[in-house]
């Protein structure tokens, strides 16, 4: 999954270690308050390219809830763009509120899909091998 909408991760490398962690987490807090998404309400997850498969079966999954508040910060972001102004400070998300809420349904889209295709693999391979050398067509 190295090219998949999740990309490729060091997390839990650099969550393993603690001193790692002490210098990796305030430059990664920078960059994540730099790239200006919270600004307009966005959760991290909101920014995965929708037009992929996986992501849109994905969103499929989401509980009312969670599609119904992922609309309304799409639509409230979507008007702060049109104003030329990010939201006002006291609407902006905070850092403790940005958690992935879609990251466990594109993992679960993602698991079955290669479990599908080797299910798949598996029974065509079975079906080639159990078939004879003849068939009724050739013999006399």
Known sequence: ????PLGA???PYVSSSRTLLGWIKPVANWYANASGYRKY????????????PDVQRALTRLT??????????LKR??????????????????PEEDN???????????????KGRCGILW???????CRPYYTH???F
Do not use: T
């Open 1 to 4: 999954m190295l090219f998949g």
């Open 9 to 11: 991760s060091l997390a």
């Open 41 to 52: 309400g966005f959760k991290y997850d909101d920014l995965l390219v929708e037009e992929r």
């Open 64 to 73: 009312p809830r969670e599609g119904y508040d992922r609309a309304y910060r």
């Open 77 to 94: 972001a979507s008007q702060a763009s049109v104003l030329h102004a990010p939201l006002p400070k006291e609407q902006w998300l905070k």
């Open 100 to 114: 992935r809420y879609l990251k466990p349904h594109v993992l679960n889209v993602v698991k079955e899909e290669r």
């Open 123 to 129: 029974c065509q391979q079975e079906v080639s091998r």
């Open 137 to 139: 067509q050739y013999i």
